[in-house]
């Protein structure tokens, strides 16, 4: 199992560049499926999602080569398997491929997908989608089997504007007969990064980024190319590290549409920062004031921020509280927060109450999840002494290259396998 170990309390200056989005390019190979011969996605961040992807997409015939900057993806000999579960339980995007081999094959057979356990998160919604354009949906044992002898575009309300749903139903829309038009869906960045996709490939999509979506079916999508868009959750997260430790530490690569809640929420703290075009400038900030955060759908204050902001409010005098609206079960990080020092209380499944100032004293902790993994590894950038991050690989599934990004700019902190 591996670890990340780290010496508290270093300044941090210099610059981190901020890679691809992990939740646009999880996206993003799967849909390349829809290609009929190629597609080159660009940036794709080094992070083990992806590489769960390539073997996935390697097992169905696909040929991969990365190089110039670029996965360059030859699905001409594209087979479609039933995807193995030891595949397709390592993360949660691989629910994708349900879309987009529904679109080219009219059939699908994949297991339950993976992902970190932040709560029960069903598909119920995808599944409703897939039906609404014709599809059948069976579950047997632990796997889905989705079969269409034709897919007609349609009309879809979405009882919630799901990421995953929106994306997933415009892959399959993509090879339906007609229009489809989501209504109620969802408005992230990854949205618009994955439609922009479609389009270059030659699918015609409308009002991606708004809560009306429109597709228009197309038989024969290819030579798809696209940019993975940087990661705003990636950027959110330094930027956070930034407010606690830098001296002018540049986050290079931020879009700020994309983090226009974070910023907010920065602003009422009090904390400073300048933004030159792509450039974030942050140092460390003192006399910060408490606030009530609230988690929400994009453009609201994004749930993969809410952990490692948590470790901030740990650190500001006065009683700060957070309610997540998304998830049920995301404050798991906070015991090992309390163990470190802090003082978190967990008021209901969705409501968190942060008291501070208090200082972080290094321990030995452990990652259950992703986004909570980032907390912890900002408590053990602020703490005193060193902590140990034991089961790490959770952070890794997400943030590429972090322990070469933070050592850059002065942290000191290691990986051991
Ligand atoms: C995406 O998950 C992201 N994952 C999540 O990031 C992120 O937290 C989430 O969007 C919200 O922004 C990826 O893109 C791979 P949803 P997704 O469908 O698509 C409920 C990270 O840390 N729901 O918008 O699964 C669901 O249970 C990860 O990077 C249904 O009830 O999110 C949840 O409570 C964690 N039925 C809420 O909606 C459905 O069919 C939001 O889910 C679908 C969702």
């Known amino acids: 199992m591996s670890k990340i170990i780290i010496e508290g309390q270093k300044e941090l200056s210099g610059e981190i560049n901020i890679s691809g989005a992990k939740n646009s390019a999880v996206a993003l190979l799967p849909a390349s499926v829809l290609c009929k011969s190629k597609s080159v996605i660009y940036n794709v961040p080094e992070i083990s999602d992806i590489s769960y992807l390539i073997e996935i997409m390697e097992f169905l015939g696909c040929k991969i080569e990365n190089k110039n900057g670029g996965l360059?993806?030859?699905?001409?000999?594209?087979?479609?398997?039933?995807?193995?579960?030891?595949?397709?339980?390592?993360?949660?995007?691989?629910?994708?491929?349900?879309?987009?081999?529904?679109?080219?094959?009219?059939?699908?057979?994949?297991?339950?997908?993976?992902?970190?356990?932040?709560?029960?998160?069903?598909?119920?919604?995808?599944?409703?989608?897939?039906?609404?354009?014709?599809?059948?949906?069976?579950?047997?044992?632990?796997?889905?089997?989705?079969?269409?002898?034709?897919?007609?575009?349609?009309?879809?309300?979405f009882d919630f504007p799901s990421v995953g749903a929106t994306i997933n139903i415009m892959l399959a829309a993509s090879g339906a007969e007609g229009t489809t038009i989501i209504e109620n869906a969802a408005m992230e960045p990854e949205i618009v990064n994955v439609a922009s996709f479609l389009i270059n490939m030659g699918i015609n999509v409308r009002g991606a980024g708004t809560k009306t979506i429109e597709i228009d079916g197309y038989k024969e999508p290819d030579n798809g190319v696209v940019d993975v868009f940087p990661d705003r959750i990636e950027s959110g997260t330094y930027i956070i590290i930034g407010a606690l430790l830098g001296k002018d530490l540049r986050i290079k690569g931020i879009i700020k549409e994309h983090i226009g809640a974070l910023l907010m929420k920065l602003d009422e703290i009090g904390i400073k920062y300048q933004i030159d075009g792509d450039v974030l400038t942050i140092s460390k900030c003192e006399d910060l004031k408490p606030v009530n955060i609230k988690t929400q759908v994009f453009p609201g204050f994004p749930t993969d921020l809410q952990q490692p902001i948590t470790t901030l409010l740990t650190q500001i005098k006065g009683v700060s509280t957070i309610e997540e609206t998304l998830y049920e079960n995301r404050f798991k990080n906070t015991y090992d927060l309390n163990r470190m020092g802090a003082i978190t209380n967990i008021l209901t499944l969705n409501k968190l109450e942060v008291k501070g100032p208090r200082k972080l004293k290094g321990t030995k902790v452990i990652t259950t999840d992703l986004r909570g993994g980032a907390s912890l590894l900002i408590a053990g950038l602020i703490a005193e002494g060193v902590t140990e991050i034991e089961q790490c690989e959770y952070i890794l599934r997400g943030y590429s290259n972090i322990i070469e990004k933070l050592s850059n700019v002065g942290a000191k902190i290691d990986f051991f396998e």
């Open 72 to 157: 360059f993806i030859d699905t001409t000999e594209l087979r479609n398997e039933p995807i193995p579960e030891n595949l397709s339980v390592q993360m949660r995007a691989s629910y994708y491929f349900m879309g987009a081999l529904l679109a080219r094959f009219g059939k699908v057979e994949i297991s339950f997908p993976g992902g970190c356990n932040i709560g029960a998160r069903p598909i119920d919604i995808h599944i409703k989608g897939f039906e609404k354009l014709g599809a059948t949906v069976e579950i047997i044992k632990n796997r889905y089997i989705i079969t269409a002898k034709k897919l007609k575009g349609t009309k879809i309300y």
